[in-house]
């Protein structure tokens, strides 16, 4: 049974309940590129009060550094170490969970924000943001592409330039099936300017469908990802609670990896009503109309 | 139980029982761009045994012009009103089933073969081959792609030149209900150049996912290509065999649509050892190593 946060002491108690808060950042933080009411007070007040901050995104087309940029633009605070973006996750798994040997390369279908992840856990990569995938293939691409053993994964993420020949790269490399598919997470939408278009777990299908392989998720609600965060920052599960917008990612993945709570905002995807649906896939422990009413009430 | 066709016998009481033969296209009379032995003599046969031959195929980037040209270049004869690709029969269902509004249009993810077949019914289009399409989401894209009511119907197929502009367009006119949404065929793969890459089913995935909608699909194994070939062909369905070379697309389509019979031939995608899997998701009634050998042995 969810619990709504409407009065001051139900604030105080969640609040004296955790440690540690981890953040979904986009339909919590803010909306597109519009700030959310109260958010940086509340944000200042968990600081005031000693409490661990970390912010989570799904997003793969920022680096850390871009991200960082970001929450400080919104006059958050936040450190390097402190922001665990679907790049950042994914450029460990490879490195650490896949152990790609040194002559293999990650041929990317995603944007720059893996590319820079990679780069500094020192893993050779492809594809991603060159140029020159993006144009039509040629009968000269159809007769030479194909598997190839220098590629040890096909690393999907959100490419808002994807075209016909990546796909046809990624579908030949994983043809081998020493060539592991990756995908930096399958949120089906991409939410942006107040409204949403295709997302990373849509852009990746055509190479699902087509391949009838079944990626390794490495963003949130998978508990890959939590692995990843945990690696960075040693704190206690029971401890922290998952703040974020979406049951079936956010929420779920404050299930999926064992966290003490979980709080909804009504500010992003998730609606109300949603939470007591009969089908409803997850039910948070909290939830709140907007971020910015913990420092506004509490 | 399938019975392969081996001696001419078999091959003589095959031909007897059908007055209509309806051929996929590649895999079984060519494939990719080359020739397959024998067919142009078995072809001959049936013509001058009298036999009405009909081309099927789930391509929906040509036209019938073009799959005319591209079967006569393989010295086979061809008139244009036996052959159904599925940019027609997807034409026909706009035309005659969904009866599009004369002020709607269809929105092609697909290439020139859907334009003109569309052009030829009478059917306002956009999107498809239009190459100011072909290029980067900008911000001002994102502010501005919303549901459109002129648009009536999205329409996907094969498009080798697809991008992210292209899947947000359609994502965002398929929020309207009424937009309805249309698959000229779920094939997951393109065979082409001796291997394969994704297929006009694999294209479509994006939207599929991204949408949570179904898509009425309009080529084999659905009725509703049959459905469209009778309508200008018309012929008993029980005096009619289906040859094609995949059992999950040709072979159901002759069951999906109640032909007398079906020939798998092993030139093209299925496998003999796939006919006596256990889970082999339909059985051809006859099969046949080439479709060069019933002229030859028959």
New interface residues.
Partial sequence: MAIKLEKPDQYKEFLDKFDVFLFDCDGVLWSGNEPLPGVKDTMELLRSSGKQIIFVSNNSTKSREDYMKKINAHEIEAKLEEIYPSAYSSAIYVKKVLKLPEDKKVFILGEGGIESELDRVGVKHTGGTDASL?R??N?DD??T??PDPSIGAVLCGM??????LK??MA??YLQDPNCAFLLTNQD??FP??G?????S???S??????T?RTPKILGKPYDEMMEAIVAGVNFDRKKACFVGDRLNTDIQFAKNSGLGGSLLVLTGVSQESEIYEKDAPVVPDYYINSLGDLAKKA
């Fill in positions: 993006r039509a293939v009968s159809l007769n592409i194909r490419d808002r330039h994807v075209t016909y796909y046809c579908y030949q089906s939408t942006t300017n409204t949403f278009f295709p997302g777990g849509s852009i299908y055509p190479l699902i469908f087509s009838g």
